[in-house]
């Protein structure tokens, strides 16, 4: 079965930093782990994949070179490590998982099969 857990979500000052966590049990190396985002009123986004088997990654361009996601397969967990943060990027962030497919790197939250509960980011002064 699988499980994903999402923590480390904090209030921060805008230009800040902060580390969110995804506790996953349950998946194998030929699972993609994304993280996606819903701030209230919005649709959810995607935000960032990962392949656990190599750690190939990619980004909504919104994020790129301020987000980066990483993985620890000792430790089963995925990271998604938030640099100059900003005012719009408050939400709630999901971690989710698939299988053998391409929804991750597409963005494409329909297509994910287990979600996390999610974690909440706040940026204010």
């Known amino acids: 079965q699988v499980q994903l857990v999402e923590s480390g979500g904090d209030l921060v000052q805008p230009g800040g930093s902060l580390r969110l966590s995804c506790a996953v049990s349950g998946v194998t190396s030929d699972y993609n782990i994304g993280w996606f985002r819903q701030a209230p009123g919005k649709e959810r986004e995607w935000v960032s994949c990962?392949?656990?088997?190599?750690?190939?990654?990619h980004y909504v361009d919104s994020v790129q070179g301020r987000f980066t996601i990483s993985r620890d397969n000792d430790l089963n967990t995925v990271y998604l490590q938030m640099n100059s943060l900003k005012p719009e990027d408050p939400a709630v962030y999901y971690c989710a998982a698939e299988g053998l497919g391409s929804s991750c790197w597409f963005g494409y939250s329909s297509g994910m099969a287990y979600w996390g509960k999610g974690t909440l980011v706040t940026v204010s002064p």
């Open positions: 990962i392949r656990m088997r190599d750690g190939i990654d």
